[in-house]
């Protein structure tokens, strides 16, 4: 296969989520056009493998965009264009949405898409074939039913404006029904059936998953740049969990791609020719959210004590480079239609003024390490993340800042690095575990409220409330939002909810999440999709 050698540059290893879109490209000016070579296999390099390709992870979701196709991608304007669905359409009540399908596509099995398909995908997502599709369906979706082969009508239970934006994330990849219903639950996982540019070819795993082109392919997005099937044969999808590995093998030419640039290689990695690719991920931002129900921080005084004892913009832009934003925003980051810049610079760093409410909550005390003491209680709150999952090398480094700057004010923050199988089976998930949880949510709108704050009842529980947190004015504010007839109405009950979470110090902001890549100069058109930042490869070819 093609590849530029380039010359290895040492190499540092610091550890280090649909808006803002940002490349550079520091190739010199050869005024000949690169030749086009055909097929070829590229070699890509990601940092995290998942347990099945389609499932409720951004990391399946980035795999799973490149097999399964989608009602609707969306635009780099943040408005949904054609995909499988050519046109659509809702009512003015809100209440139905319409889907007239493509002609003719057919998935990978043979079987032919139609609306019947579609609606059995959308029962699917519903019942919890993949968890995140789920939630966001979840307390709208009523049915779904073919009128035709062609058209899928969507019943929702109340108005929800945003839908087709939100149908454009990669969890929501439409399946062959035949696959779905006729083969095991492994097999789904593993190879699952779409009618997309790439198939499934081999998963090795703990080494890397192989993506094989579709010969066959008829159902290119609106947005994609080639019209009919990918350009070059295969994808051999890497898992390299090492950041600094990652960089190394892109520079001596083992890899085409990578992703999840570390900050502290950014600018090194643009000197060198290869083009840098930056995804701000709209959604929740990378972002603390308080215990509200146990341990100190069901004190509202304590909480906004924490978050005015750090100089978050300092600490990020220090471990960032310039490279990851700095985001005050505890709910919604900065790149989220319906953003408010109001909650954002809500705390500033002002330590007098949190050992002035620390002092009133009746921390006054001192213990020999310089830490606070109450009533002969340590001032410990327990600060677990998804290490080398959630939060990546830069973020640990962000979080260790953290650690440092509340210890000024008597905070003993204990930082728990939780490897991603136990993470993801629910360690430190429950309210006495812990105190303080760190993490984000993608998406395109500011709908992702209601995710992470509708209330959490017996009957509904809500495993997604990182604070614990229930209050009926603020789902009222969400639900508002979500309902909206209008983008200003939708605006405001957003920014309204934002600035409550901000004012009772239940989450503060951190730093956006990002989806990076570097790619090789002698590989083309290899983009970001702009929902979730993910690479997409059906486009991309080899020069000489």
Known sequence: MPRKLFTALPLISLGVASAFMLSACAGGGNS????????????????????????GWIEQAYLSYNVLDSLLSLGEDGKPVAWLAETWSQSDDGLTWTFNLKKDVKFTDGTPLTAAVVAYNFDYWAKGGNSTAQVWLGGYYQSAKAVDDLTLEVTLAKPYRTLAETLTQGYFGIQS????????????????????????????RGQDIILARNDNYTSWSANAKVKGPAKVERVDWKFISDPTTRVASLRSGETDAIYDVPAVEW?????????????????????LSFNTQVGPFTDENV????????????????????VIPYEGNGPVSQSTPGYSKKAADWYDYDTAKSNKLLDAAGWTGRDSAGYRTKDGTSLKVVLPYGAGSIINNDGAAILQGVQEQAKAVGFKVDLVPVPQSEFFSGAYSKPEERDIAVGYWTAVTSGILYINWRPSTADNPNYWNDAFYDNTELESSILEGNSAPTLDAQNAAFEKAQEFIADHALSIGLYDRLSTL?????????????????PVFHDAYFTE
């Open 303 to 322: 909480r906004k004590a924490f978050a005015y004892s750090l100089d978050r913009k300092t600490i990020v832009e220090t471990i960032g480079r310039g």
């Open 267 to 287: 600018a090194g990695v643009g000197k060198d020719g290869y083009q840098l690719e930056k995804y701000v991920t709209g959604g929740r931002p990378q972002q």
């Open 177 to 204: 029904e035949q696959a779905l219903t006729t083969r095991t639950e492994e097999q789904n996982c593993e190879a699952p059936i779409g009618t997309g540019a790439f198939t499934v070819e081999k998963w090795n």
């Open 518 to 534: 570097a790619v090789n100069p002698k590989l083309k058109d290899v983009w970001q999709e702009h929902s979730q930042g993910g």
């Open 32 to 55: 000949v056009a690169p030749t086009p070579v055909a097929d070829g296999t590229i070699t890509y390099g990601h940092q995290q493998e998942p347990a099945c390709v389609f499932g």
